[in-house]
């Protein structure tokens, strides 16, 4: 076959896969959503991970042999991605907004190294891997990263016999642990992006508290000052009987609950991981929701709890001593008691622990 021959053949296996692939994955996310099986409102999580289209943009160029456009789709696709879900200090709308050249350099590349040698192919590959992994340092190293501000915080306790917390960082690190005073009621430091605002209300009535806390601006995390992400760190007080609602975009959470007093516990996340000690109350009701990420729920070891489980394609993991029935796991003091505390679990992707601890 003829050098021309085979240039021809090539052309006439030109397939497009982009909008059937497009259409297909959107079908599949909207079903999941309608069937309530991915937490939250469908269409904000279709803004977040829409850069998803460059990385089909990148499959279809490896079926037709676009090396340099595959490579070039792929490693903007994921820096974009990760942008959107937090990992550097601008949305992906912002890096395309101040660095939207390097798509016509990208254009550029494309066609001038379209229909080459081997040879020709692996240089046009060797400068897209280059300028993704320079795009990719800037945004670490240079003027993308924010630098966060930190506040401080402390409530009183006057008069205060219960109260209701709510908490909804957009991003970051979040931390509660229990502490003993007699003068305040929470305390702790948030740090924020720049780009952030913070909020903050907190009202005592008839001697029932309700401390809200939150941020709002633009998703950002973590800067390359701060190791994971803007942190939280919040202290309750043992005393008072709370009930606690957390929600957040992306991120980790570390909530040490065991020292405290919670009847009530709502934690929601939309992707990252969780990492709860549940309260030791004679009775609780709790639910932890995670759409995309890890669950890790540790269950001190005289607590009677039974656990729902709502863990689609996710993994599960229980420590011995714990009990399976279905979609429920008790404890062993669960099984025994007559009214245990009932927690929920939803995961549709990602891995449910559950420990015992002992």
Not at 120 to 148: K, Y
Not at 163 to 184: C, D, M, N
Not at 216 to 244: A, C, H, K, Y
Not at 280 to 301: D, L
Request: charged letters at 20%; proline letters at 4%; a negative charge.
């Amino acid at each position: 076959m003829t050098e021309q021959n085979s240039t021809n053949y090539r052309h006439d296996r030109h397939r497009s896969i982009f909008f059937p692939i497009l259409l297909i994955m959107l079908g599949v996310f909207f079903l999941l959503s309608n069937m309530n099986m991915i937490p939250g409102d469908a269409w904000s999580l279709v803004v977040r991970f829409w850069p998803v289209v460059f990385l089909i943009g990148a499959i279809e160029d490896l079926i037709n042999f676009k090396w340099v456009g595959a490579v070039f789709n792929t490693g903007i696709g994921v820096v974009l991605l990760l942008a959107n879900l937090g990992y550097f200090p601008w949305t992906a709308w912002q890096m395309i907004f101040r660095l939207w050249p390097l798509l016509i350099i990208a254009w550029g590349l494309d066609i001038a190294f379209r229909g080459q040698s081997i040879v020709g192919s692996l240089i046009g590959i060797s400068i897209s891997v280059v300028i993704v992994g320079g795009l990719v340092w800037f945004a670490l190293q240079g003027p993308l990263t924010g630098v966060g501000e930190t506040t401080k915080l402390t409530y009183a306790i006057d008069g205060v016999r219960e109260g209701h917390l709510y908490f909804q960082p957009s991003v970051g690190k979040l931390s509660i642990e229990s502490f003993q005073s007699k003068t305040e009621l929470v305390r702790g430091e948030v740090t924020l992006a720049e780009e952030e605002n913070f909020e903050e209300k907190f009202d005592v009535r008839n001697g029932s508290a309700e401390l809200s806390l939150s941020s709002r601006g633009i998703v950002v995390l973590p800067s390359r000052q701060i190791d994971n992400g803007f942190p939280w760190n919040l202290e309750i007080n043992d005393q008072v009987p709370f009930t606690m609602e957390v929600e957040q975009g992306v991120g980790k959470q570390e909530l040490e609950l065991n020292g405290l007093n919670i009847s009530d516990l709502n934690i929601t996340l939309g992707v990252g991981s969780v990492e709860v000690t549940l309260p030791v109350e004679e009775f609780f009701e709790g639910q932890i929701e995670c759409a995309v990420g890890e669950i890790i729920v540790r269950i001190p070891e005289n607590l009677a709890v039974k656990i729902e489980l709502d863990t689609a394609i996710s993994s599960l993991s229980l420590s011995s001593g714990l009990s399976k029935d279905g979609d429920w796991v008790y404890s062993p003091a669960g099984l025994k008691s007559k009214n245990p505390s009932v927690l929920k679990i939803s995961n549709p992707i990602g891995q449910v622990r559950i420990v015992l601890e002992k």
